[in-house]
């Protein structure tokens, strides 16, 4: 049976005010049971149900006030930087300035064909850039960010960078090994600023808890855990090869630069490369193609995770005849 934590995260929190109510009263039913002591063994685990209880809501109230804020994000950090309300300003200005990087590196990454030396498109600047908030949260050390609007940016269509943040939190989760945030993480731009970011974590000696909008109650990462995703990022490994392959195209999108390729019984699904998007304008599902694509594997040395693959459309044009086991045929 799943606790009651865990259902509560599985469902939106209820209004703050509802739940600072249920606080007040459980917060006149401690102060009795702490006069009472713990004399026995009921009156012990009366106590730790309260406590409980009383945690539980306080998680509940952080995720509702983050909702309620309008905010986008918010992070809490503890650990040697903090002290009291209080955090050392060269480790906050570090913090900053390495997560708003690994941030426009993953929107590249899920925008556009991402690069490793060339500058971020001024764009993907523009839609990640984070403004903190006036004022900062009671608790160790909590601040919160808002994203800009398409009013902000003057544009009709919702920028990308509500899913860029989500992208960014999965990274942050201990053990999370899932073959998107592999592939992410495996990008050069990626990688370095993530591993920046943990690096000043562990040497720090902090721990962070990260929330969004859309998981309002975020996810944890201690300074322990952010020691062990360094080691295992340390053996993630990606080879990459070019080959070509001929089949239908079935599916894809210009906007969003993706393709779907039937190969025999494989669909082949990828993204495409700058390059290719004019070519794609001259094509239609149920074309016979010819793609060379750029297969990316990855895989971890120890074998935490399954390898995975991704592909990335360097050239699509259509072949000269219909196919025959997989080759076109003149």
Same mark, same amino acid.
């Given at each position: 049976?799943?606790?009651?934590?865990?259902?509560?995260?599985?469902?939106?929190?209820?209004?703050?005010?509802?739940?600072?109510?249920?606080?007040?009263?459980?917060?006149?039913?401690?102060?009795?049971?702490?006069?009472?002591?713990?004399?026995?063994?009921?009156?012990?685990?009366?106590?730790?149900?309260?406590?409980?209880?009383?945690?539980?809501?306080?998680?509940?109230?952080?995720?509702?006030?983050?909702?309620?804020?309008?905010?986008?994000?918010?992070?809490?950090?503890?650990?040697?930087?903090?002290?009291?309300?209080?955090?050392?300003?060269?480790?906050?200005?570090?913090?900053?300035?390495?997560?708003?990087?690994?941030?426009?590196?993953?929107?590249?990454?899920?925008?556009?064909?991402?690069?490793?030396?060339?500058?971020?498109?001024?764009?993907?600047?523009?839609?990640?850039?984070?403004?903190?908030?006036?004022?900062?949260?009671?608790?160790?050390?909590?601040?919160?960010?808002?994203?800009?609007?398409?009013?902000?940016?003057?544009?009709?269509?919702?920028?990308?960078?509500?899913?860029?943040?989500?992208?960014?939190?999965?990274?942050?989760?201990?053990?999370?090994?899932?073959?998107?945030?592999?592939?992410?993480?495996?990008?050069?731009?990626?990688?370095?600023?993530?591993?920046?970011?943990?690096?000043?974590?562990?040497?720090?000696?902090?721990?962070?808890?990260?929330?969004?909008?859309?998981?309002?109650?975020?996810?944890?990462?201690?300074?322990?855990?952010?020691?062990?995703?360094?080691?295992?990022?340390?053996?993630?490994?990606?080879?990459?090869?070019?080959?070509?392959?001929?089949?239908?195209?079935?599916?894809?999108?210009?906007?969003?630069?993706?393709?779907?390729?039937?190969?025999?019984?494989? /669909?082949?699904?990828? #993204?495409?490369? $700058? &390059? =290719?998007?004019?070519?794609?304008? +001259?094509?239609?599902?149920? *074309?016979?193609?010819?793609?060379?694509?750029? /297969?990316?594997?990855? #895989?971890?040395? $120890? &074998? =935490?995770?399954?390898?995975?693959? +991704?592909?990335?459309?360097? *050239?699509?044009?259509?072949?000269?005849?219909?196919?025959?086991?997989?080759?076109?045929?003149?």
């Amino acid at each position: 049976m799943a606790d009651s934590a865990s259902v509560m995260q599985a469902s939106s929190p209820r209004s703050s005010r509802i739940i600072r109510e249920q606080l007040a009263d459980l917060a006149s039913v401690k102060k009795e049971t702490l006069a009472y002591g713990t004399p026995d063994f009921a009156s012990r685990m009366g106590r730790e149900s309260i406590l409980r209880h009383e945690a539980e809501l306080q998680e509940e109230l952080r995720a509702a006030e983050l909702i309620e804020s309008g905010a986008n994000l918010e992070i809490g950090v503890e650990g040697e930087p903090v002290e009291g309300n209080a955090i050392h300003a060269a480790f906050l200005g570090r913090f900053l300035s390495t997560l708003q990087n690994l941030g426009n590196a993953v929107a590249q990454v899920l925008t556009s064909e991402p690069t490793s030396r060339s500058s971020v498109p001024r764009n993907i600047i523009a839609e990640n850039r984070l403004a903190v908030l006036p004022g900062f949260l009671p608790g160790s050390f909590r601040f919160r960010f808002r994203l800009p609007t398409k009013e902000d940016l003057s544009q009709m269509f919702e920028p990308a960078s509500t899913t860029v943040l989500e992208a960014v939190g999965r990274m942050l989760e201990p053990g999370r090994t899932d073959s998107e945030t592999v592939r992410i993480l495996t990008h050069s731009r990626v990688k370095s600023h993530y591993t920046r970011l943990l690096d000043l974590l562990a040497k720090q000696g902090a721990s962070i808890d990260y929330r969004t909008r859309p998981n309002p109650y975020g996810v944890k990462i201690s300074t322990p855990q952010v020691r062990e995703r360094i080691d295992w990022l340390d053996l993630l490994q990606a080879k990459e090869e070019s080959s070509e392959f001929a089949g239908v195209l079935v599916g894809g999108s210009i906007e969003s630069k993706h393709f779907e390729l039937r190969v025999g019984e494989q /669909v082949i699904r990828g #993204e495409v490369s $700058e &390059g =290719v998007i004019e070519q794609m304008r +001259s094509l239609k599902w149920g *074309d016979t193609v010819v793609a060379r694509l750029k /297969v990316t594997t990855f #895989e971890h040395e $120890e &074998g =935490v995770a399954p390898p995975s693959i +991704s592909y990335l459309a360097e *050239d699509i044009h259509k072949a000269d005849g219909a196919l025959t086991n997989g080759a076109p045929q003149s």
